[in-house]
């Protein structure tokens, strides 16, 4: 897995490519809890370029996202490949995760809601 982060405002956006499994899994969870002590509560991951998911991975995500809400942040996911979109169909996370077809509706998501400091953590 390759993992770059970009900063839109208070919006940090997770570019990832390649394998999401056991190994890189936890990486990315590691890279999601040090933003969070660092009281970036906002994610986006982009996961346009993910070419492979396996059951680690979509528990990093779950898990992710528990800690994340937790925490009083917010992470969405946006432009998920064909093949990560029908296996979020079938397992119901579609119905767990906001999911957006581009990286500028995920940012409008964040629009509407208070400023990152005013976040519970």
């Known amino acids: ?10 919006v940090d956006i997770f ?13 990315l ?7 969070l002590s660092d009281r970036r509560m906002r994610i986006v991951l982009d ?3 993910i070419n492979f998911i396996n059951s680690s991975g979509l528990g990093a995500l779950i898990s992710a996202l528990r800690d994340i809400r937790l925490a009083g942040g917010r992470l969405v996911l946006c432009r998920l490949a064909p093949y990560i979109e ?14 957006y ?16 400091a005013a976040l519970k953590r």
Not at 2 to 9: K, M, W
Not at 15 to 27: E, F, K, P, Q, Y
Not at 86 to 97: D, K, M, N, Q
């Open 101 to 116: 077809p581009s990286v500028p509706e995920a940012l409008e998501s964040f629009a509407n809601l208070p400023h990152q």
């Open 1 to 10: 897995m390759e993992l770059r982060i970009e900063t839109h405002q208070a």
């Open 29 to 35: 969870k590691n890279m999601l809890r040090q933003r």
């Open 15 to 27: 570019c990832i490519s390649g394998r999401l499994d056991l190994v890189s899994s936890s990486a």
């Open 86 to 99: 029908e296996i979020f169909a079938i397992t119901g996370l579609t119905r767990v995760f906001d999911c």
């Open 47 to 49: 996961m346009e370029k």
